[in-house]
């Protein structure tokens, strides 16, 4: 056993049977904080089945002869330790009648994932450091694999491909983006190694886009194949591409290999040709991918799985090819010149399509029915991807946007509104703001408000999401007046008797309520947040204060991060928050300067690494030049400090240059409203 897998669990805790698990019957224990025995219902109920979906996926008994949860007492805690995997206590203690589906789906995915690897990671456990992907990337994949299976009305598969995949080309737009195989010579680059845009999110999507080339089925067997192979050994990349080659082909080894040990994406371009008289083909082209005002150098090339999917109104041909070199000729399966190319056929390819803007309206143009929904959202990926490299004035860009709010489809409405969130709100008057948001809210208030905020009874779970989804961009983006009005009376309710309102009520309201509250409610709920015994209660009651936006209680809220009265792994969320919102970033960083030097004694420093990245969301030249001044002297002491605050300057330079460019197209949109 790996000397980092070893652990013990020692305290006053109480222990729950909860029968077994498994091919093989094995024990299954709850080992929870005393007289909490109650909130593992759920998790006791579902664990089960996460270990059958992992058992059938590998074709193989669970490898251990006991599993012991153990709920550690405070915060996430999660390890995947052989025979007793550490869950916190927000994941797994979930009260009677509290079973929200936020706290269902954070249970089954963060334990699914921790119980993956006790495949990826325990049977077979990389040999060094550097080779953390492949226990991290490949679990971070296994989750949409097996919570789909486990959850269908989730959607996990297409949510956490859009989301993973998005985090991920996000994360490669940086000239000090780093690769998925990272070297490690020191405790920081340990840290370092666990990077949630490359060594989960990159390395899941990139290994999402050779199963598709591959086929699923062939590709779950090779990895069937390669646990086998090397089970209760260490491996390496150079073992892992070995035995792909075997399995796929040294093309497809190399060209995946390329993929991890590299840092950036491969930006696509496809130019069509329809000779007269002869077949239709299109010229494939490749640059890195990056946005606008980047310094880092374009000529990087990749062996690339394309797929492209041509076609007419909604009939159509797919046809893949492996791209190497910077652009090669692909016959297209049709003898007449297509209406349209769509270059990320099934969605799943890791890279940008870059689009002409005749290319663009066209698809745009073109049924979706023509396109699934994963295509549909990698299409609204590569919109965003547009405007961003400034290729498509945002103020253009958003007016596509109607569209995308009408699908049926929750993912596909929730990636049309990801380019709402182009839009600085914090640059832009008043009146432009009032104008913007009132916009945003004629898209989705309809069917917020036909939704209502309290969930039916057997409603799906299906249409919790969608009703969550549409709350939030009609009553917080929005700020639909209607909403926030309902939202009040249902938080006033809640603190007045918690039984009396629905948990997904409530827990949608309070954010709504909070960002127009006054006086009155942030002393309720402050109030409540002191009396409250369960940290995980306690923690969201406090972060809900970092939504408000009167500049004297956000304020009072911030001073609570450095105030003895709370443990500031439950208060520092408050800061978190503000910085993120537009009308608190400003006062959120004054704050921040003020009692960065005192955080630093009171937060863990990979915590502090996480609080230096977060000023990454600030976006003008006179934050840009405190964030350098303030922070470069403090950095060196802190792990990951560094490498945090070179991508947040970046991100700060990258986001000045964008806004100097969408700027006037944006206002010129919004005059038009």
């Not at 990320?344 to 390819?349: D, K, L, S, V």
Request: aromatic content about 8%.
């Amino acid at each position: 056993m790996p000397s980092y897998l070893v652990a013990f669990m020692v305290g006053p805790f109480d222990i729950v049977e909860a029968g077994t698990v498994g091919r093989t019957n094995v024990p299954l224990r709850f080992i929870v904080p005393k007289g909490r025995g109650a909130e593992t219902r759920y998790a006791a109920s579902i664990t089960p089945r996460i270990v059958k979906g992992l058992e059938d996926f590998f074709d193989q008994p669970y490898p251990y002869e006991k599993l012991d949860v153990a709920v550690v007492p405070r915060y996430w805690g999660t390890m995947e330790h052989p025979g007793i995997v550490a869950l916190g206590q927000p994941l797994t203690l979930i009260p009677p009648g509290e079973e929200t589906l936020a706290r269902r789906k954070s249970y089954a995915v963060i334990a699914n994932h921790e119980l993956g690897h006790y495949w990826f990671g325990d049977v077979v456990t990389c040999s060094w450091w550097n080779d953390i992907w492949l226990n991290e990337s490949f679990t971070a994949w296994l989750d949409r694999q097996t919570v789909d299976r486990l959850e269908p009305s989730w959607d996990y598969q297409q949510e956490r491909a859009m989301s993973a995949t998005r985090s991920a080309l996000a994360s490669d737009e940086l000239a000090s983006a780093l690769p998925v195989r990272k070297p490690v010579e020191s405790n920081d680059d340990i840290v370092g190694s666990f990077d949630n845009g490359t060594t989960y999110d990159k390395g899941s999507s990139v290994i999402a886009m050779y199963e598709a080339w591959m086929g699923p089925e062939r590709f779950r067997d090779f990895l069937r194949g390669y646990v086998r192979k090397h089970e209760w050994k260490v491996a390496t990349m150079e073992d892992f591409l070995a035995d792909l080659s075997q399995a796929a082909g040294p093309e497809v080894a190399q060209s995946f290999g390329g993929f991890i040990e590299r840092s950036g994406a491969p930006r696509i371009t496809a130019q069509l040709s329809c000779p007269a008289g002869g077949a239709p083909s299109v010229k494939l082209s490749q640059e890195r991918y990056l946005p606008v005002g980047s310094k880092a150098d374009s000529r990087q090339e990749w062996q690339v799985p394309v797929c492209l999917r041509v076609g007419t109104g909604t009939q159509s041909s797919r046809v893949c090819s492996m791209l190497q070199g910077p652009s090669a000729e692909v016959a297209l399966p049709t003898k007449q010149c297509p209406a349209w190319v769509l270059l990320n056929a099934g969605g799943t390819g890791y890279y940008r399509s870059g689009y002409t803007r005749e290319q663009l309206t066209k698809l745009l143009a073109t049924p979706a029915a023509a396109f699934t929904p994963a295509e549909q959202m990698a299409l609204w990926a590569d919109v965003d991807a547009a405007v961003s490299r400034g290729d498509l004035p945002l103020g253009e860009a958003l007016k596509s946007v109607p569209a995308s709010a009408k699908s049926t489809n929750r993912l596909v409405v929730q990636s049309g509104a990801s380019l709402l969130e182009l839009v600085r709100l914090e640059q832009l008057t008043p009146e432009e703001r009032q104008r913007f948001r009132a916009w945003v809210a004629s898209l989705y208030s309809a069917r917020a408000r036909a939704m209502g905020w309290v969930p039916k009874p057997g409603e799906d779970d299906s249409v919790k999401d969608s009703r969550s989804l549409f709350l939030r961009l009609a009553g917080g983006l929005g700020d639909d007046p209607r909403l926030v009005k309902e939202a009040l009376p249902l938080v006033r309710a809640w603190l007045a008797d918690r039984k009396s309102v629905d948990p997904e009520a409530f827990s949608a309201a309070l954010p709504r309520a909070a960002t127009h509250g006054d006086a009155a409610l942030f002393d309720a709920l402050l109030e409540a947040a002191r009396k409250e015994q369960d940290r995980t209660e306690r923690s969201r009651l406090l972060m809900s204060l970092g939504y408000f936006r009167n500049p004297e209680l956000l304020w009072r809220a911030l001073g609570l991060v450095v105030s003895p009265d709370f443990d500031v792994r439950d208060s520092q969320s408050i800061l978190r928050m503000a910085l993120m919102l537009p009308e608190s970033q400003s006062l959120a960083w004054n704050f921040y300067q003020t009692h960065f030097d005192a955080l630093t004694q009171r937060l863990r420093s990979d915590e502090l690494g996480r609080l230096i990245g977060q000023t990454g969301s600030l976006c003008d030249d006179i934050h840009l030049a405190q964030v350098e001044t303030f922070l470069t002297p403090r950095v060196d002491k802190i792990e990951g400090g560094p490498r945090a605050l070179t991508r947040a300057l970046e991100s700060i330079r990258l986001c000045i240059e964008s806004q100097k460019l969408q700027s006037p197209s944006v206002k010129a949109f919004l005059r038009a409203r």
